[in-house]
Protein backbone atom coordinates (compact mmCIF):
# COMPACT_ATOMS: atom_id res chain seq x y z
CA UNK A 1 0.00 0.00 0.00
CA UNK A 2 1.26 3.59 -0.80
CA UNK A 3 1.76 6.60 1.01
CA UNK A 4 -1.34 8.40 -0.39
CA UNK A 5 -3.70 4.87 0.45
CA UNK A 6 -2.33 4.79 3.80
CA UNK A 7 -2.96 8.72 4.50
CA UNK A 8 -5.91 8.15 2.91
CA UNK A 9 -7.21 5.28 5.38
CA UNK A 10 -6.49 7.60 8.14
CA UNK A 11 -7.46 11.29 7.28
CA UNK A 12 -8.97 10.40 4.38
CA UNK A 13 -12.91 11.68 3.42
CA UNK A 14 -14.84 11.23 -0.37
CA UNK A 15 -17.20 14.78 -0.79
CA UNK A 16 -19.86 15.07 -3.92
CA UNK A 17 -19.71 17.53 -5.92
CA UNK A 18 -21.73 20.54 -4.90
CA UNK A 19 -20.96 20.00 -0.78
CA UNK A 20 -19.78 23.15 1.13
CA UNK A 21 -16.71 22.26 3.24
CA UNK A 22 -17.20 25.62 5.40
CA UNK A 23 -18.49 28.94 4.98
CA UNK A 24 -16.75 32.40 5.78
CA UNK A 25 -17.63 33.53 9.05
CA UNK A 26 -17.59 29.87 10.78
CA UNK A 27 -15.27 28.60 13.31
CA UNK A 28 -12.84 26.21 11.86
CA UNK A 29 -11.38 23.26 13.29
CA UNK A 30 -10.08 21.22 10.45
CA UNK A 31 -7.43 21.66 7.51
CA UNK A 32 -8.01 19.91 4.37
CA UNK A 33 -5.45 18.81 2.26
CA UNK A 34 -6.93 16.99 -1.91
CA UNK A 35 -5.79 14.43 -3.32
CA UNK A 36 -8.23 14.51 -6.13
CA UNK A 37 -10.96 16.97 -7.23
CA UNK A 38 -11.56 20.44 -7.61
CA UNK A 39 -12.23 22.84 -5.00
CA UNK A 40 -13.59 26.39 -4.63
CA UNK A 41 -12.54 29.03 -2.42
CA UNK A 42 -15.08 31.64 -2.31
CA UNK A 43 -15.71 35.26 -0.48
CA UNK A 44 -18.87 37.67 -0.18
CA UNK A 45 -18.13 40.57 -1.95
CA UNK A 46 -20.83 43.31 -1.88
CA UNK A 47 -23.86 40.64 -1.48
CA UNK A 48 -21.92 38.62 -4.32
CA UNK A 49 -20.42 35.52 -3.94
CA UNK A 50 -16.99 35.75 -5.49
CA UNK A 51 -14.90 32.78 -6.17
CA UNK A 52 -11.42 33.72 -5.48
CA UNK A 53 -9.98 30.31 -6.67
CA UNK A 54 -10.34 26.88 -7.44
CA UNK A 55 -7.90 24.14 -5.62
CA UNK A 56 -7.22 20.87 -7.45
CA UNK A 57 -4.70 17.86 -6.40
CA UNK A 58 -2.11 18.67 -3.99
CA UNK A 59 -2.84 21.96 -2.74
CA UNK A 60 -4.21 22.54 0.58
CA UNK A 61 -6.94 25.15 2.46
CA UNK A 62 -8.19 25.56 5.43
CA UNK A 63 -5.10 25.79 7.22
CA UNK A 64 -5.44 29.35 8.86
CA UNK A 65 -8.53 28.65 10.65
CA UNK A 66 -5.89 26.19 12.82
CA UNK A 67 -2.72 28.56 12.29
CA UNK A 68 -4.67 31.88 13.61
CA UNK A 69 -7.69 29.99 15.47
CA UNK A 70 -10.04 32.34 13.89
CA UNK A 71 -12.82 32.06 12.23
CA UNK A 72 -13.08 31.44 8.39
CA UNK A 73 -11.71 34.21 6.44
CA UNK A 74 -13.23 32.69 2.97
CA UNK A 75 -15.76 29.64 2.03
CA UNK A 76 -15.13 26.50 0.20
CA UNK A 77 -17.23 23.86 -1.54
CA UNK A 78 -16.71 21.48 -3.81
CA UNK A 79 -16.43 22.01 -7.61
CA UNK A 80 -15.35 18.54 -8.92
CA UNK A 81 -16.19 15.36 -6.55
CA UNK A 82 -13.28 15.18 -4.09
CA UNK A 83 -11.01 13.01 -2.00
CA UNK A 84 -9.82 15.02 1.00
CA UNK A 85 -7.33 14.55 3.79
CA UNK A 86 -9.20 16.33 6.74
CA UNK A 87 -6.38 17.41 9.46
CA UNK A 88 -7.19 18.29 12.67
CA UNK A 89 -4.84 20.90 14.88
CA UNK A 90 -3.48 18.03 16.69
CA UNK A 91 -2.57 15.82 13.62
CA UNK A 92 -1.46 19.51 12.19
CA UNK A 93 0.80 20.15 14.87
CA UNK A 94 2.42 16.61 15.10
CA UNK A 95 2.74 16.70 11.52
CA UNK A 96 4.94 20.47 11.51
CA UNK A 97 7.11 19.41 14.35
CA UNK A 98 8.12 16.01 13.19
CA UNK A 99 8.59 17.25 9.37
CA UNK A 100 10.42 20.75 9.09
CA UNK A 101 10.13 20.43 5.10
CA UNK A 102 6.26 20.58 5.32
CA UNK A 103 6.42 23.54 7.08
CA UNK A 104 8.66 25.05 4.60
CA UNK A 105 6.37 24.21 2.08
CA UNK A 106 3.53 25.82 3.72
CA UNK A 107 5.43 29.02 3.95
CA UNK A 108 5.97 28.90 0.28
CA UNK A 109 2.38 28.40 -0.70
CA UNK A 110 1.13 31.16 1.89
CA UNK A 111 3.35 33.29 0.39
CA UNK A 112 2.41 32.60 -3.32
CA UNK A 113 -1.47 33.30 -2.16
CA UNK A 114 -0.35 36.48 -0.60
CA UNK A 115 1.42 37.36 -3.94
CA UNK A 116 -1.70 36.10 -5.98
CA UNK A 117 -4.03 38.29 -3.64
CA UNK A 118 -2.50 41.30 -5.04
CA UNK A 119 -2.57 40.67 -8.69
CA UNK A 120 -6.09 39.65 -8.28
CA UNK A 121 -6.67 43.15 -6.76
CA UNK A 122 -4.43 44.43 -9.89
CA UNK A 123 -7.02 42.94 -11.99
CA UNK A 124 -9.80 44.43 -10.59
CA UNK A 125 -8.05 47.93 -11.54
CA UNK A 126 -8.51 47.25 -15.24
CA UNK A 127 -11.22 48.70 -16.23
CA UNK A 128 -11.35 47.51 -19.63
CA UNK A 129 -12.90 43.59 -19.37
CA UNK A 130 -10.81 42.09 -21.91
CA UNK A 131 -7.75 43.94 -20.67
CA UNK A 132 -8.72 41.64 -17.25
CA UNK A 133 -8.73 38.73 -19.39
CA UNK A 134 -5.18 39.40 -20.95
CA UNK A 135 -4.05 40.19 -17.77
CA UNK A 136 -5.31 37.40 -15.60
CA UNK A 137 -3.61 35.02 -18.47
CA UNK A 138 -0.31 36.96 -18.07
CA UNK A 139 -0.49 36.87 -14.28
CA UNK A 140 -1.35 32.58 -14.14
CA UNK A 141 1.38 32.47 -16.55
CA UNK A 142 3.89 33.74 -14.21
CA UNK A 143 2.72 32.39 -11.20
CA UNK A 144 1.33 29.14 -11.97
CA UNK A 145 2.39 28.18 -15.62
CA UNK A 146 4.06 25.27 -16.45
CA UNK A 147 7.02 25.71 -19.28
CA UNK A 148 6.32 23.22 -22.72
CA UNK A 149 7.53 22.75 -25.91
CA UNK A 150 5.26 25.58 -27.62
CA UNK A 151 5.65 28.15 -24.70
CA UNK A 152 3.40 28.45 -21.14
CA UNK A 153 0.82 26.13 -20.37
CA UNK A 154 -1.93 26.79 -17.65
CA UNK A 155 -5.15 25.62 -16.27
CA UNK A 156 -7.73 28.02 -17.98
CA UNK A 157 -11.38 26.81 -17.24
CA UNK A 158 -13.73 29.28 -18.84
CA UNK A 159 -16.70 28.73 -16.89
CA UNK A 160 -15.21 29.23 -13.90
CA UNK A 161 -13.88 32.85 -14.43
CA UNK A 162 -16.86 35.30 -14.52
CA UNK A 163 -17.10 35.11 -10.60
CA UNK A 164 -12.96 35.65 -10.34
CA UNK A 165 -12.17 38.59 -12.82
CA UNK A 166 -15.73 40.07 -13.33
CA UNK A 167 -15.87 39.52 -16.94
CA UNK A 168 -18.99 37.55 -18.23
CA UNK A 169 -17.66 34.17 -20.05
CA UNK A 170 -19.07 35.19 -23.64
CA UNK A 171 -16.81 38.52 -22.96
CA UNK A 172 -13.49 35.57 -22.28
CA UNK A 173 -14.43 33.40 -24.71
CA UNK A 174 -14.78 36.50 -27.67
CA UNK A 175 -10.67 37.76 -26.19
CA UNK A 176 -9.93 33.49 -26.47
CA UNK A 177 -10.84 33.48 -30.44
CA UNK A 178 -9.43 36.99 -30.36
CA UNK A 179 -5.77 35.68 -29.00
CA UNK A 180 -5.91 32.63 -30.93
CA UNK A 181 -6.51 34.64 -33.93
CA UNK A 182 -3.20 36.89 -33.21
CA UNK A 183 -1.78 33.62 -32.80
CA UNK A 184 -0.71 34.22 -29.36
CA UNK A 185 -2.49 31.16 -27.72
CA UNK A 186 -3.96 28.08 -28.35
CA UNK A 187 -6.98 26.10 -26.47
CA UNK A 188 -7.59 22.68 -25.50
CA UNK A 189 -10.38 21.64 -23.02
CA UNK A 190 -9.55 23.56 -19.62
CA UNK A 191 -5.68 24.43 -20.70
CA UNK A 192 -4.03 27.03 -22.66
CA UNK A 193 -0.80 27.32 -24.33
CA UNK A 194 0.95 30.72 -24.01
CA UNK A 195 3.07 31.22 -27.31
CA UNK A 196 5.06 34.08 -25.97
CA UNK A 197 4.51 35.94 -22.71
CA UNK A 198 6.44 39.29 -24.02
CA UNK A 199 3.77 39.52 -27.20
CA UNK A 200 0.80 39.38 -25.06
CA UNK A 201 2.16 41.74 -22.60
CA UNK A 202 2.92 43.76 -25.34
CA UNK A 203 -1.08 42.86 -26.35
CA UNK A 204 -2.19 44.21 -22.81
CA UNK A 205 -0.26 47.27 -23.34
CA UNK A 206 -2.54 48.30 -26.47
CA UNK A 207 -5.96 47.21 -25.46
CA UNK A 208 -5.33 49.44 -22.28
CA UNK A 209 -3.88 52.57 -24.45
CA UNK A 210 -7.30 52.16 -26.40
CA UNK A 211 -9.01 51.84 -23.82
CA UNK A 212 -7.74 55.31 -22.36
CA UNK A 213 -7.40 56.96 -25.78
CA UNK A 214 -10.10 55.46 -27.85
CA UNK A 215 -9.32 53.61 -31.26
CA UNK A 216 -5.64 54.41 -32.31
Known sequence: MGAEETL????GKEFTKGTVLFREGEPGKEM???QSGRIAISKRVRDVEKVLAVLGPGEFFGEMAIIANKP?????????DAKLLVIDPKTFEG???GNAE???RMI???AERLSEADAQIENLLHADPAS???HYILQTSQTRGRTVEEGVEI???VRELPRQIGVGEPAIRNMLYRLERAGLVERAGDRLIVYDTTRLHDFLQYLEMKWKFGDL
Open 155 to 157: EFA
Open 108 to 110: KKL
Open 8 to 11: FQRF
Open 32 to 34: FVI
Open 95 to 97: MIR
Open 132 to 134: RVV
Open 102 to 104: IAV
Open 72 to 80: RNASASVSE
